[in-house]
């Protein structure tokens, strides 16, 4: 009877430098000397001497680091689905239910659209997206 939990390897690894007669005896698949062989280097980005294309390529552009530093929280409305009708949801209300951290009350919370959210809610202090500011006054709610 096979023991189904302990699976055998399909394949052997390679054990390397374990005599000629193993096809990786010797250099152990290295080749002959120079830098590559020895233990301890790695070459990254070396192109046998050619100016690297890192080097090569020019600077384009700024990036802003207040733009690489996002403030914005993204919600779906499906998410709003565990809350009653007709409840006023804004950021400390959010944060009392636990869905959200203290630290991201100060966040810009961006609404954004689902289908099946079918709730009547009054949001306050959020953004919005479009489809979400359509779908929460369609269903009587409102998005300010």
């Known amino acids: 009877m096979i023991n189904k939990l302990s699976k055998q390897r399909t394949t052997n690894r390679k054990r390397k430098g374990k005599g000629i007669g193993s096809g ?8 002959h000397k120079g830098q590559k062989s020895r ?6 980005n070396f ?12 600077k ?9 530093r996002s403030n914005n929280l993204s919600i779906s409305l499906v998410s ?9 949801i804004d950021m400390k209300m959010l944060v009392e239910s636990g ?9 810009n919370i961006k609404v954004i659209d689902s289908i099946q959210f079918k ?4 949001f306050k202090d959020f953004k919005f997206t479009p489809g ?11 998005a300010s």
């Open 80 to 88: 709003f689905n565990k809350f009653q009708d007709d409840s006023t």
């Open 60 to 68: 384009r552009g700024f990036n802003s680091i207040k733009k690489l």
């Open 47 to 58: 192109e046998g001497g050619q100016m690297p294309i890192y080097r090569k390529t020019p």
């Open 132 to 142: 979400a500011k359509k779908r929460i006054e369609d269903l009587g709610g409102t």
């Open 39 to 44: 233990s301890g280097v790695a070459v990254r």
């Open 24 to 31: 990786l005896g010797k250099t152990a698949g290295r080749g």
């Open 119 to 122: 709730k009547k809610l009054q």
């Open 99 to 107: 869905f959200l951290k203290k630290k991201d009350h100060k966040k």
